[in-house]
């Protein structure tokens, strides 16, 4: 049996930006970046922080020309998305 994606959500100010992604590149940019963080969500490299929790982390794609901070919650079941840039 295959392992289940994790839920995709978005923080209010991530969900602003999608608003602002007008072309077919971006948003299919966005949505293979997703789709991959999503399959897993440990793709992403860590960000040092001081605190231990939730870790955030970062995924970028250089081809697709697309990062994305996160946070993984702690069943790891779903992906809250915290910055978006294309």
Do not use: W
């Amino acid at each position: 049996m295959a392992a289940r994606r994790a839920r995709i959500a978005f923080s209010n100010s991530a969900a602003k930006q999608l608003e602002d992604l007008t072309t077919e590149r971006e948003i299919h940019a966005l949505d293979r970046a997703l789709v991959a963080i999503s399959v897993n969500p440990e793709i992403g490299v860590p960000i040092p922080a001081d605190c231990i929790s939730p870790e955030l982390r970062q995924y970028a794609d250089e081809i697709e020309d697309v990062r994305v901070l996160y946070f993984i919650t702690a069943l790891r079941t779903v992906v809250m998305v915290a910055y978006v840039e294309t």
